[in-house]
């Protein structure tokens, strides 16, 4: 496995209108590891996969990925870079108007002039790798939340990707589907050696597969380190994190600004 | 004091700011459109599929709408007609009144509630649902892809869709007039011949129709692709199509028949 970055960070920093979301991040991910990005909801994860993807620029810093400036790409060039990457959205985002073989199809045809006995070949291999052959004539209302994250992976995979992004790729699945899922990401990554980002709450599953991580907080790396290194950490806010402690540095109520008594006495006044 | 005069004022000013700023931007994205239309061109079948959805699908509210139009036009117009001693004009004026205005501007608004509003609450939950996101995602522009099929096959749709109310109103009309009320038959139609012109009447129509299919379209894909991504932006969003393209027919008939007829 080769170490040099394949996706590069840089002093960025990023907001919506007056909200600040990261600021000066760093990170680098090597070539052909599998690396989780945890942290709370709305820490800016999910942000930092739609940085690196191009669906949103830093408003300041370098995001380098296969020695190339994602922020600084024009839209032609960011379509070409998108061509090495694959995508797993949080509930699949399968197009509902196409069946499963379609949806899975829909990369190798709008990018590819492969006859289409191939394509359908290809569908069959696709899906039977994440288990749902014989699925194809299915529509996406027909299939629970796990199967359609199984096809939509599929779909992210038709290309064999030199990048794949995961975007919370276990939220809402059963143990059985989330164990699966996981085998099969870890499976991939290292057969195809693709190099993979995956934005996960799931801190169990993630360490048993994942290469790294990184923690992201307030907007900030919080902490980093391989899965051992993790566990055995002493830092308050990785063992409250990793253990789901409801007391710790990290708070879990929003900061209200008043006090719960007085929110409630408002009424009687 | 000032703060509580100067708040309609301010309200006023962003609002208009708000509708100048959207404006423009359904002019830059119908230029987005239009330059990414060789898809649409070039893979014929994404434009035809969306055409039976936008078309297809929509003949029978065109079809029956129409010849109700057509039969109400004939009670009415002989009604005001008699009084005159002009009913034999009945053909003439079923016609003048359907090809001029009444088909193009009620196809649109039909046309606009049924299909436009589709339009943009397919498009808004596409968006809602990070479909839209995903085709980016894979190097496939939404805008060739999902936007730019169903905008031509808006425009192509609704003068054909105009022309079959037009058709259809003029048999309510001759239903009326020659089946039920007894008007001669040769009189309706030699009158309605001789009164109507092919580019006057029957082209300026069908202009009028196109027009309002490109307004109507790029209204209903525009509100979808902009809607704000949850029920309740992609309700108001299919809401503000309907309305809009009902203001924007009206309105845009007034200038046209000025500058026609």
Redesign the interface.
């Known amino acids: 496995m080769s170490h040099d970055p394949y996706i590069e960070l840089r002093n960025v920093s990023f907001g919506y209108g007056k909200r600040q979301i990261l600021s000066n991040i760093n990170l680098r991910i090597p070539r052909g590891q599998l690396v989780a990005i945890m942290g709370g909801s709305g820490s800016g994860k999910t942000t930092l996969l739609r940085l690196i993807?191009g669906?949103v620029r830093p408003q300041s810093g370098e995001v380098w990925v296969d020695g190339k400036n994602v922020a600084t790409m024009n839209t032609r060039e960011l379509?070409?870079h998108?061509?090495k990457?694959g995508?797993l959205?949080?509930?699949g985002?399968?197009?509902?108007d196409l069946s499963v073989a379609d949806n899975v199809a829909?990369?190798l045809r709008?990018?590819t002039a492969l006859p289409e006995d191939m394509i359908r070949d290809l569908v069959t291999l696709k899906l039977s790798a994440v288990g749902l052959r014989g699925t194809q004539t299915l529509m996406p209302a027909e299939l629970s939340g796990g199967m359609a994250r199984r096809v939509?992976l599929a779909r992210a995979l038709a290309l064999d990707p030199e990048l794949m992004l995961y975007d919370e790729p276990f939220t809402g699945l059963d143990p059985i589907s989330l164990g699966v899922i996981a085998h099969l990401i870890k499976r991939l990554n290292l057969a195809l050696g693709t190099t993979a980002v995956m934005v996960t709450h799931d801190v169990h599953q993630s360490l048993n597969i994942v290469d790294y991580v990184y923690f992201v907080a307030h907007g900030e790396i919080a902490a980093e380190g391989t899965p051992d290194a993790v566990r055995q950490s002493d830092s308050p806010w990785l063992k409250q994190f990793v253990h789901g402690d409801p007391d710790g540095p990290v708070h879990f109520a929003y900061p209200a600004g008043t006090s719960l008594a007085d929110d409630l006495s408002q009424g009687v006044r | 004091m000032f703060e509580t005069l100067a708040s309609p004022f301010r309200h006023l000013g962003a609002l208009t700011i708000n509708a100048i700023w959207r404006l423009g931007f359904a002019a830059r994205f119908l230029g987005a459109i239009v330059m990414q239309s060789g898809q649409s061109l070039l893979r014929l079948q994404m434009t035809i599929r969306e055409m039976y959805f936008a078309g297809v699908l929509s003949l029978i509210i065109i079809i029956v709408s129409g010849l109700f139009v057509g039969m109400v036009l004939g009670l009415q117009g002989y009604n005001t007609l008699s009084r005159f001693g002009s009913a034999d004009a009945l053909g003439a004026l079923v016609a003048l009144s359907l090809l001029r205005e009444l088909g193009p501007v009620l196809a649109a608004l039909l046309f606009a509630s049924r299909s436009g509003s589709a339009m943009t609450a397919e498009i808004g939950l596409m968006k809602a649902t990070e479909q839209l996101d995903a085709m980016s995602v894979m190097a496939v522009n939404p805008i060739a892809r999902v936007v730019a099929p169903r905008f031509w096959a808006g425009v192509i749709s609704m003068p054909v869709l105009a022309a079959l109310f037009n058709v259809m109103g003029i048999f309510g009309g001759y239903l009326v007039g020659v089946v039920m009320i007894g008007l001669d038959a040769g009189t309706f139609w030699s009158q309605m011949q001789s009164n109507v012109d092919l580019h006057y009447d029957v082209v300026n129509g069908l202009i009028k129709s196109l027009v309002f299919g490109v307004a109507v379209t790029l209204i209903a894909v525009f509100e979808g692709y902009d809607a704000t991504p949850t029920a309740a932006g992609v309700s108001s969003a299919t809401t503000r199509t309907v309305v809009t393209s009902a203001l924007v027919i009206l309105a845009l008939d007034f200038v046209l028949t000025a500058f026609m007829f």
Not at chain 1, 93 to 96: E, I
């Open positions: 993807s669906q379509y070409v998108r061509r990457m995508m959205f949080q509930f985002a399968l197009f509902t829909f990369p709008e990018h939509a």
